[in-house]
């Protein structure tokens, strides 16, 4: 696999995330699988490739595919604001998470303690969901820079919501490192458009 390929993976995990944060925070709902998928991502410390981080099968990360896809042609037909502007906000949260290794020792700590959690219960279940939120509320929320997450309110404001909102959003940042240690850029989503456009719609298509 190309290592194009490799990051676009990568960049479709992130945005997958953003696009579930915002499907959540608009309609309440949001697909079991592709939460379990993002969660398990966060214990995958050795990978063999880059798909294995998601299972080993990129079938729940179609809809950031999708998105990515919305972004890059910049087409506002197909444009998904908010997705595209949570994605921004992640890539720059998972910069300024790098250069803090305090804040990465305890997440390493934090999510060896999930991953006995979904040993015991399975990655989508509320005490693990409920543990991934509060690791990102105790790490990046410290920032100064905030993802502020539009949608209803009556959604936002039930807690398991909440608390899967923030589980979604660390798995994104979990990815946005990964596309960064892949050799990732923003600079590549200005200046490599039609290159990673012709990477991208196979993924696409599966």
Request: glycine share 8%.
């Amino acid at each position: 696999m190309s290592q194009i390929r490799d990051q676009l993976i990568a960049l479709g995990a992130v945005f997958q995330s953003a696009y579930m944060v915002d499907k959540l925070a608009r309609s309440g709902q949001v697909n079991e699988p592709a939460v379990t998928c993002l969660i398990n991502s966060l214990l995958v410390r050795d990978p063999e490739s880059t798909l294995d981080v998601y299972g080993g099968d990129d079938l729940y990360l179609r809809d950031g595919y999708r998105a990515l896809v919305g972004a890059l042609e910049r087409d506002p037909a197909s444009l998904q604001r908010a997705p595209l502007r949570y994605t921004l906000a992640l890539l720059t949260l998972e910069r300024q998470l790098n250069k803090r290794g305090d804040l990465l020792e305890l997440m390493g700590t934090r999510l060896d303690q999930v991953k006995q959690q979904v040993e015991m219960f399975g990655p989508a279940h509320e005490n693990v969901i409920a543990n991934c939120g509060g690791l990102y509320q105790d790490t990046i929320s410290t920032f100064r820079q905030r993802i502020q997450v539009q949608g209803d309110m009556r959604h936002l404001q039930q807690p398991h919501n909440a608390a899967m909102i923030r589980a979604l959003l660390l798995a994104g940042i979990r990815s946005a490192r990964l596309w960064r240690q892949l050799g990732g850029s923003r600079w590549q989503m200005v200046f490599s458009r039609n290159k990673l456009l012709k990477e991208l719609y196979p993924l696409l298509r599966g």
